[in-house]
């Protein structure tokens, strides 16, 4: 089955960049989304479509996309910032929607 | 603004069946997809499938076929997610988030335990 591939964990201190990348082989045909979730809440859409950012989003994240593999940039990194982030997109495969989540990349705030 | 409603906590035996709601407001309910994703405690998202709310397409995911069903009930704008044959390692948060993932429910927790 198709897997996408995260860092389990990222480190970074305030004010820094933090790059979170996802690699997979379909990644050059279908578009990715990154999502950040926070302990006991639901995922938020932060980029879609590689590099697009949902109203409400911040500017400081923002998507990149070269080959088989995705990155997830936060510039500026705040203490909120710190949660889960998980990269997903679908199998090159089939006609209907069919999701693909990274293992997930747990961001720390120094 | 978009909603999606999700129905309360459920605990339930092993073998037994759950059937989750998702009740949407905010947007043309006919007009996305609905997905159905659940996380494990301490664990990451899984995908467990999609339906089309136009026309009742799915799509499940291929380690769920043939335990889960997806269905929509237009008039209320309401997608349902019945998982059958329980068992503990399906105790889980369950989430439904609109086509391709802008808006996700609360989430509903299931516990399988006897």
């Known amino acids: 089955s198709y897997e996408l591939t995260q860092p389990p964990s990222v480190s970074v201190s305030p004010g820094q960049t933090a790059r979170i990348t996802c690699s997979g082989d379909?990644?050059?045909?279908?578009?990715a989304y990154w999502y950040q979730q926070k302990p006991g809440q639901a995922p938020v859409l932060v980029i879609y479509k590689d590099s697009e950012r949902p109203s409400g989003i911040p500017e400081r994240f923002s998507g990149s996309s070269s080959g088989t593999t995705v990155t997830l940039t936060i510039s500026g990194v705040q203490a909120e910032d710190e949660a889960d982030y998980y990269c997903q997109s679908a199998d090159s495969s089939g006609t209907y929607p069919n999701w693909v989540f990274g293992g997930g990349t747990k961001l720390t705030v120094l | 603004q978009v909603q999606l409603v999700q129905s309360g906590a459920e605990v339930k035996k092993p073998g037994a069946s759950v059937k989750v709601s998702c009740k949407a407001s905010?947007?043309?309910?006919?007009?996305?997809?609905i997905s159905w994703v659940r996380q494990a405690p301490g664990q990451g998202l899984e995908w467990m499938g999609w339906i089309s709310a136009y026309n009742g397409n799915t799509n499940y995911a291929q380690k769920l076929q043939g335990r889960v069903t997806m269905t929509t009930d237009t008039s209320t704008s309401t997608a349902y997610m019945e998982l059958r044959s329980l068992r503990s390692d399906d105790t889980a948060v369950y989430y439904c988030?609109?086509?391709?993932?802008?808006?996700w429910g609360q989430g509903t927790l299931v516990t399988v335990s006897s």
């Open positions: 905010g947007y043309t309910f006919t007009s996305y997809g």
């Open positions: 988030a609109r086509d391709p993932g802008f808006d």
């Open positions: 379909a990644l050059p045909k279908q578009y």
